[in-house]
């Protein structure tokens, strides 16, 4: 089993950044691979960026290449999400996820999900 508590939403103007923490409850968490989900108003659920259990190689959305980073400390059971250059399109509740199997990028290879955290971008 595996719990999952994201922090660090908020709101931002476009051009800003924040960093959302994922921390992780239980001694497995070395063997999930980690991902960042995102749900806007009316939109389905939509994959952001992953991370292997040995902290590479990295997965991520068209729409975030280039502007948000996804790291993890084992050592902390964390994972986080570096978001710079939000745009309002940004504006959405960001999930983190653990999971072991495929797929990388959709959201039926996690099994277990944090309760989400707001993000806000204002234009």
């Known amino acids: 089993q595996v719990q999952l508590v994201e922090s660090g939403g908020g709101l931002v103007q476009a051009g800003g950044s924040l960093r959302l923490s994922c921390a992780a409850s239980?001694?497995?968490?070395?063997?999930?691979?980690m991902g960042w989900f995102r749900q806007a108003p009316g939109k389905e659920r939509e994959f952001v960026a992953a991370?292997?259990?040995?902290?590479?190689?990295?997965y991520y959305a068209d729409s975030v290449k280039g502007r948000f980073t996804i790291s993890r400390d084992n050592a902390k059971n964390t994972v986080y999400l570096q978001m710079n250059s939000l745009k309002p399109e940004d504006t959405a509740v960001y999930y983190c996820?653990?999971?072991?199997?495929?797929?990388?990028?959709?959201?039926?290879?996690?099994?277990?999900w944090g309760q989400g955290t707001q993000v806000t971008v204002s234009s």
């Open positions: 996820a653990a999971g072991k199997s495929p797929p990388i990028l959709g959201a039926a290879g996690y099994d277990y």
């Open positions: 991370i292997l259990w040995s902290g590479g190689p990295t």
């Open positions: 239980g001694r497995t968490f070395m063997s999930y691979r």
